[in-house]
């Protein structure tokens, strides 16, 4: 993504949370990264495929996404940086 290749995942693991995939329209207002499909099958994989090519043949869309992807933070520091925000809320907050 950091060099502008929109991704089409099958959505496990990873790719999960790295791939966000909010749907057409909000893909196309530049609120997504990438394409992801659900179940591993030809069927899904096509739609997905279809998607990104519909999107591509509007420049404008098309562009918003690549400079989403293009700036999302994928870094293990990020990743690291909310996994520290989520222990510290899970502690009990101190009593005075």
Do not use: C
Not at 2 to 27: K, S, W
């Amino acid at each position: 993504m950091r060099y502008g290749a929109i991704p089409v995942v099958h959505a496990v693991g990873g790719l999960r949370d790295t791939v966000l995939d909010p749907g057409d329209e909000e893909l196309a207002r530049g609120r997504g990264t990438g394409l992801r499909f659900d179940a591993a099958t030809p069927a899904f994989l096509l739609r997905a495929l279809e998607r990104a090519v519909a999107l591509y043949r509007n420049p404008k869309a098309w562009a918003t996404l690549v400079r989403a992807a293009m700036t999302r933070d994928s870094s293990w520091t990020a990743s690291a940086q909310l996994y520290v925000q989520l222990y510290r809320s899970l502690l009990p907050s101190p009593t005075r």
